[in-house]
């Protein structure tokens, strides 16, 4: 059983940054090198979309068109902890961010609590 726990939201002008941090509680202790943990975020009215993933054995990264140049994802082992660093955000990023993780990709297993991030001047 994974628990995800995330952290770093917050009220951010355009153009500003904001880190995510999410940290997997493991019932054996371990995160197995296939696991894969990513992020989602739902905008206001609109529908959960695929943000961020990273696989935890390679390390391969895959993103979103939307982020693809201002977004990324990185992960700590020793903390199973998975980042992800927002820069250059726009108001169109505002939403609840969800840290999540599996075994498929993208992944969908697991899901955190959410964190709120609004991008408003």
């Known amino acids: 059983q994974v628990q995800l726990a995330e952290s770093g939201g917050g009220s951010v002008q355009p153009g500003g940054s904001v880190r995510l941090s999410c940290t997997a509680s493991?019932?054996?202790?371990?995160?197995?090198?296939?696991?894969?943990m990513g992020w989602f975020r739902q905008p206001p009215g609109q529908e959960r979309e695929f943000v961020a993933a990273?696989?935890?054995?390679?390390?391969?990264?895959s993103y979103a068109d939307s982020v693809k140049g201002r977004f990324t994802i990185s992960k700590e082992s020793s903390k199973k902890t998975v980042y992800l660093q927002m820069d250059r955000l726009q108001a169109e990023d505002t939403g609840v961010y969800y840290c999540?993780?599996?075994?498929?990709?993208?992944?969908?297993?697991?899901w955190g609590q959410g964190t709120q991030v609004i991008v408003s001047s």
């Open positions: 493991v019932g054996g202790g371990r995160i197995y090198s296939s696991y894969i």
């Open positions: 990273i696989r935890w054995g390679s390390g391969g990264t």
């Open positions: 999540t993780g599996g075994s498929t990709w993208p992944p969908q297993q697991n």
